[in-house]
């Protein structure tokens, strides 16, 4: 039985973000594109590429994110991630040593503050406001 493939989304408000990744967590495909507004229509050319050199009884775990991951998740069966959350756990997997996340999106901008204890602090500005932080701690 071939070992599953992790496939993943994160479709923004600007741009549809994927990756494959082999069991081994090797990258085997990876793609950023604008989606001009139609993140569904990218979303579905990305999985039409990927699928022509997938074979067809791979097994394949999805996990998408961002503002469009929910309604993606849902109708192609896979698992939503906070994008805070999916940020912080790849931060701690690829880049165990940095401790400051700052990401500018198409909506908001966030500042993720890792600690050393494994946790992380987040503030989050949208449209000029600063929300509460909250602490994540990994697991």
Not at 29 to 56: A, D, F, M
Request: proline residues 2%.
């Amino acid at each position: 039985m071939k070992e599953k493939l992790f496939l993943g989304f994160d479709i923004g408000s600007v741009s549809v973000k994927t990756i494959l990744l082999s069991p081994e967590k090797e990258i085997l495909y990876h793609s950023y594109t604008r989606s001009e507004g139609e993140p569904l229509k990218v979303v579905k050319n990305q999985l039409e590429t990927l699928l022509k050199s997938i074979h067809s009884d791979q097994k394949i775990s999805l996990a998408t994110t961002g503002s469009g991951g929910k309604l993606i998740a849902e109708i192609l069966g896979g698992s939503f991630v906070n994008e805070v959350i999916a940020q912080i756990k790849a931060t701690f997997f690829l880049c165990p040593d940095v401790r400051t996340i700052i990401e500018m999106g198409g909506e908001d901008s966030k500042l993720i503050l890792l600690q050393y204890d494994d946790s992380a602090k987040m503030g989050e500005n949208n449209s000029n406001r600063f929300h509460s932080s909250y602490l994540y701690s990994k697991t």
